[in-house]
Structures are given as structure tokens and as C-alpha cells.
């Protein structure tokens, strides 16, 4: 079935590192891919996504592209700040009706000044 | 701006009781979802309505029942409460599951023990 594989965390990074965190999925068809962000004590928020091949999704200084033939979705900041410290996950979802989210494990991120 | 709200935030329950976990929206959205998150496992789901009277199964349903009596709710029922049970709940609305830009809208979540 459909899935979505996330780097282990957690990731501890200084302030203005640079960010990646790898996402990879297995899905039939063209599903759109989503990146989340759950902050300390929240619910998820939706921070950008794809919805086809070589789309890049933006918000906030957060970037993932779309990348069909190493089927990956990896998110990338050039300047972390310590206010982006919570927990991110990438997510698929097939374009058909009556489908959900399927969410990969999570990646606590951790930024310290 | 209330948008999803889930009541209770936090619970205990002893093993064997019941409860309901409460879910709302204001946004007029059809779809709603319910996922349960276990530590460093990710979001799992639970059970989703597309639209009132119509729900369906997902990954993970067992020991659980929902219903959708109208647009705005969509409860959680815990029968008996096992300690497999002790998870972070989170209710989720979406207009729709058709258009591929779709964005989930989630409540702040239901901390459940069961001892």
C-alpha cells in the first residue's frame, strides 16, 4: 500500500544551520504531497505542498520539490530559527474521493540559539 | 475563528470504561477525519465521514465507533478502554477529498490514558 518514509530524528541544529529533512514515498499514480508542522502542545498545520511532478512547494522559507523519478519530497530551509523547533511530517495523499492523509513518522526538529 | 475544536483536552480512564471524544467544526467542511498519534509512529487513521450519515473505516478502527449526524459533528466513542488505547487523538475537516490541493484543518488534540 501507500507510504511515506521520514528521516529518523531528532535533528539538533544551531540557528541559521541549514535544514533538510528527507521524505520519500510509494504510492500508485500521482498522489500530491504535503508537508506538516505540529508545534509544542498543537495541532498539525499544513506548511506547503505538491500537487504534481517538479512543483515546488513554498511557505515561510520552508521549500520541497517534487521529485517523481527518486520519488522524494524533501523539505529545506537555508536559516533555521528557533521558532521553527516542532515536530514536521510529510504526508501523500492519492487524488481520488474518499481518501485521507497518510502521514509518515515525524521529525522532531530541535533549534538552538 | 474556532475551526476545529476537540473536547476533552486531556483524560484518564480506567480499563473497561467508556467515553466519547468530542469533535466540531464551523467551517462547513465535508470531510472529517479522526487520527490517533503514538509516539514516534506517526499518524494513524482512525475512521472518516464524507459528509453527513456516511462513514467509513481506516486504518486502525478497532475499539472504536463513530456516527455523523450532521455536518458539524463527528464523535469518537470508546466502548472499553484498553491501555492500547493511551494516545494523542486529533480531529481533522477538509472541504474536500476530490481536489488535489486539499488542506486538513485539525483540532489542538484529546491527551487519553488508560490505566
Known amino acids: 500500500g501507500d507510504s511515506v518514509t521520514q528521516m529518523e530524528g531528532p535533528v539538533t541544529l544551531s540557528e541559521e544551520a541549514f535544514l533538510t529533512i528527507n521524505c520519500t514515498y510509494t504510492?500508485?499514480?500521482?498522489?500530491?504531497l504535503f508537508w506538516y508542522v505540529q508545534y509544542p502542545g498543537e495541532g498539525l498545520q499544513l506548511l506547503l505542498k505538491?500537487?504534481?511532478?517538479?512543483d515546488k512547494g513554498s511557505n515561510k522559507g520552508f521549500e520541497a520539490t517534487y521529485r517523481k523519478e527518486t520519488t522524494s519530497f524533501h523539505l529545506e530551509k537555508g536559516s533555521v530559527q528557533v521558532s521553527d523547533s516542532a515536530v514536521y511530517f510529510c504526508?501523500?495523499?492519492?487524488?481520488?474521493?474518499?481518501?485521507?492523509?497518510?502521514f509518515g513518522k515525524g521529525t522532531t526538529l530541535s533549534v538552538s540559539s | 475563528n474556532a475551526g476545529v475544536t476537540q473536547t476533552p483536552k486531556f483524560r484518564i480512564l480506567k480499563i473497561g470504561q467508556s467515553m466519547t471524544l468530542q469533535c466540531t467544526q464551523d467551517m462547513n467542511h465535508n470531510y472529517m477525519y479522526w487520527y490517533r498519534q503514538d509516539p514516534g509512529m506517526g499518524l494513524k487513521l482512525i475512521y472518516y465521514?464524507?459528509?453527513?450519515?456516511?462513514?467509513d473505516k481506516g486504518e486502525v478502527p478497532n475499539g472504536y465507533n463513530v456516527s455523523r449526524s450532521t455536518t458539524e459533528d463527528f464523535p469518537l466513542r470508546l466502548e472499553l478502554a484498553a491501555p492500547s488505547q493511551t494516545s494523542v487523538y486529533f480531529c481533522a475537516s477538509s472541504y474536500s477529498a476530490n481536489r488535489v490541493s486539499e488542506k486538513l484543518f485539525f483540532g489542538s488534540g484529546t491527551q487519553l490514558s488508560v490505566l
Open positions: 504510492a500508485t499514480g500521482y498522489p500530491s
Open positions: 465521514s464524507v459528509g453527513a450519515g456516511i462513514t
Open positions: 505538491a500537487t504534481k511532478a517538479d
Open positions: 504526508a501523500l495523499t492519492r487524488n481520488q474521493a474518499g481518501t485521507a492523509l497518510i
